[in-house]
């Protein structure tokens, strides 16, 4: 889809929007081969498991906290929290590992192409025009989660 497919609403958000610039980031090196590292998935479609607080969707800016999602979680246990109108939940709705493609990595882990499958993994609310606390404090904080869960590799799903 392009940008001039959008309804006319989007279109004139996306021309007021205030983009920002940032500085990328070093690619970090693996330290191990893929078929020993530890993944976990990092998305940004609003999951959360059923019965826990879901992500504020009112919150001016976008709620910059993040859910843990265990890997045994079963994809009728998750639900969508994800703010934006703009977004497409259909393919999603189809298939959860449009945006969390746990299957996919216990395909790999058993092929061996991947060490194993992290235990819990993250999510976030998407559509977050406000990033600065998610910047400072969430992404950080989801970070030492991972690393204390010997996360190797961060798998990042953007939606």
Known sequence: MRASDLPIKYRLMMKAYRWRRIEPVPA?????PLASARVAIVTSA?????????FDLARRGGDPSFRL?????????LEIHHRSE???????ARDLNVAFPRDVLAELARAGSIGSVAARHVSFMGSITAPGRLIRESAPEAAAVLHADRVDVALLVPV
């Open 28 to 32: 970090a090196l693996l330290r191990q």
């Open 46 to 54: 609003g999951l959360v498991v059923r019965g826990e607080p879901p």
């Open 69 to 77: 999602i265990p890997d045994a979680a079963a994809p009728a246990d």
């Open 86 to 92: 703009a977004f497409d939940r259909t393919g999603l």
